[in-house]
Nanobody, 126 residues
Framework: QLQLVESGGGLVQAGGFLRLSCAAS????????MGWLRQAPGKEREFVAA????????AYADTVKGRFTISRDNAKNTLYLQMNSLKAEDTAVYYC???????????????????WGQGTQVTVSS
């Protein structure tokens, strides 16, 4: 079974930056499609970004495009999310997700990942 553990969350002022990390263990995640989703208080979980196993494909929500960058290091079984120019509306719990299905399938299923981490809190003060 794949385990995902997020880190790097915290409190930051608007305009600042954070880098989230997600360490995968328990199974070889290097061939998995991986992504980040978030859930703000009182709102549904929403897609943030995704990356294919080879990093040849990436996708972003319109709300974060140009500010966030997703990347992965398969040798370290680690997924990253660089978040720049943070806004108050980025405040949420951020979840790392992974799925063994290939990119086109996950895309067609609207980022319905099968494995999830516990989440890390990101709070942006205005």
């Amino acid at each position: 079974q794949l385990q995902l553990v997020e880190s790097g969350g915290g409190l930051v002022q608007a305009g600042g930056f954070l880098r989230l990390s997600c360490a995968a263990s328990g199974r070889t995640s290097s061939t998995y499609t991986m992504g980040w989703l978030r859930q703000a208080p009182g709102k549904e979980r929403e897609f943030v970004a995704a990356i294919s196993w080879s990093a040849g494909n990436t996708a972003y929500a319109d709300t974060v495009k140009g500010r966030f960058t997703i990347s992965r290091d398969n040798a370290k079984n680690t997924l990253y999310l660089q978040m720049n120019s943070l806004k108050a509306e980025d405040t949420a719990v951020y979840y790392c997700a992974a799925d063994p299905r290939v990119w086109p399938v996950i895309l067609s299923r609207q980022w319905d990942f099968r494995s999830w981490g516990q989440g890390t809190q990101v709070t942006v003060s205005s």
